[in-house]
């Protein structure tokens, strides 16, 4: 069927939807009796059907067990990072080695600039996207301050051309190259929250190791959302939150992912 917009046209692509079955798993919130048409799984996901039993599992062994469920409840809790990490590990495209649950998205982002982002000379400029998720922006500048720089100078964003919104992958590549030497890391969000553009996660890695440069990634728009490959395409880092396309819920703990050519490496 050619692409018309028409109800039938969008009937029949959901018909015709492999996914479709995924729909019957959600809860979807009602308005006037209907269920909306859910568009704001990029702010909070839906909630799975069977969320409320996972969750009764949880307050039946803290009930049953107190402190003792740290260790034997059905998921004891003082290892509960590591029952995540394999389907995590599967979900971003990495080794298990590379990756840990923990945390949320900006603390676990923190304690990795405090990692990759070293400056030194004047390798000390933090290079992203125009219009970043503004809870990374205020990282960048708290790490950078922290340094006893300027974000003001530091702190460098890839500019749209006149009249677009969207970023050319040559304008990314070009930006970078102009920097250069000053350069310290590369930190994209591998999804822009605003226009939804997704960035070459190997291209940006590539041209910013080549330039001497760190490169790591926010995937808080992209777990869940892209088919991911991060320990193929090589950044560094990268961390994501899991309570948008991964509907963990609110509070839901996130994830960070450090490259395996790292692992035994002396990093602060």
């Known amino acids: 069927m050619a692409h018309v917009n028409t109800l039938a046209y969008a009937q029949d692509l959901d018909a015709r939807d492999p996914l479709r079955a995924f729909r019957d798993e959600f809860h979807f919130p009602q308005h006037e009796g209907r269920e909306v048409i859910y568009f704001t799984g990029n702010s909070l996901g839906l909630q799975p059907k069977a969320a409320a039993d996972a969750l009764k599992q949880e307050l039946d062994d803290w009930a049953r067990l107190g402190v003792e469920g740290h260790f034997h409840a059905k998921h004891p809790w003082y290892a509960y990072h590591e029952e995540l990490t394999a389907s995590s590990a ?67 964003e890839v500019q749209p051309r006149a009249g677009e919104h969207t970023l050319r992958p040559e304008d990314i590549i070009g930006r970078i190259n102009e920097l250069g030497d000053e350069l310290a890391l590369v930190c994209f ?9 997704a960035f070459d996660i190997k291209g940006i890695t590539a041209a910013a190791h080549a330039v001497g440069a760190f490169a790591g990634f926010d995937l808080a728009h992209a777990a869940g959302n892209l088919h991911l490959k991060l320990h193929d395409d090589g950044p560094d880092f990268a961390c994501w939150c899991s309570y948008k396309y991964l509907n963990s819920g609110p509070g839901g703990v996130a994830g960070a992912f450090v490259h395996q050519r790292h692992l035994g490496t002396d990093l602060p």
């Not at 030194?120 to 500048?141: C, H, M, N, Q, W």
């Open 90 to 156: 599967r979900l971003v495209g990495a080794m298990e080695e590379e990756v840990v649950v923990m945390n949320q998205l900006t603390s676990n982002l923190h304690f990795l600039l405090v990692s990759f982002y070293r400056p030194k000379g004047k390798r000390v400029k933090i290079l992203t996207e125009k219009r970043p998720f503004p809870s990374d922006t205020y990282a960048f500048a708290s790490q950078i301050a922290f340094h006893g720089l300027d974000p003001a100078t530091c702190l460098v």
């Open 189 to 197: 969000g591998a999804v822009n929250f605003l226009t939804g553009q």
